[in-house]
């Protein structure tokens, strides 16, 4: 990433205040900022500090079921070599490399309409994480 290159909002159309309304995205100094509504006022707040917690929080949630989800991405993947398994468990210990990347608009929307969404307070602190529901084998 170049000097004049900064990161977007990583779940920019996800997060919302705890009142329910979502937060828009501007741009302060060339970064990122997730514009929470507060009666009124617009707090702004650290798009990258948002996104980090919320990418920890899924890491943390997720490493109960490492071992199953690395050996789906394996299969996903066609490779079931010792290389490939190192590459996948690193990518997951090092998640917050993910900051610097962008997730598509479109995977945004669909993440969305599965029911992912942070809600942060005014401060920009995570205090809740929907997860889409898995779906029932029936």
Do not use: C
């Amino acid at each position: 990433m170049t000097p004049t290159q900064t990161p977007g909002a990583l779940f920019a159309g996800l997060v919302f205040n705890e009142a329910g309304e979502p937060a828009e995205v501007a741009y302060v100094g060339g970064a990122a900022q997730y514009v929470i509504l507060d009666d009124g006022f617009r707090r702004h707040v650290t798009a990258r500090d948002v996104d980090r917690q919320v990418l920890l929080s899924l890491r943390e949630k997720m490493a109960p079921y490492q071992d199953l989800a690395v050996g789906e991405m394996m299969r996903l993947m066609g490779r079931d070599d010792l290389f490939t398994k190192a590459m996948i468990d690193a990518s997951i210990k090092n998640v917050e490399q993910a900051l610097d990347q962008q997730i598509p608009e479109d995977m945004r929307a669909w993440l969305g309409m599965l029911g992912f969404r942070v809600v942060v307070n005014l401060h920009g602190e995570v205090v809740q994480i929907d997860l889409p529901e898995q779906m029932d084998e029936e």
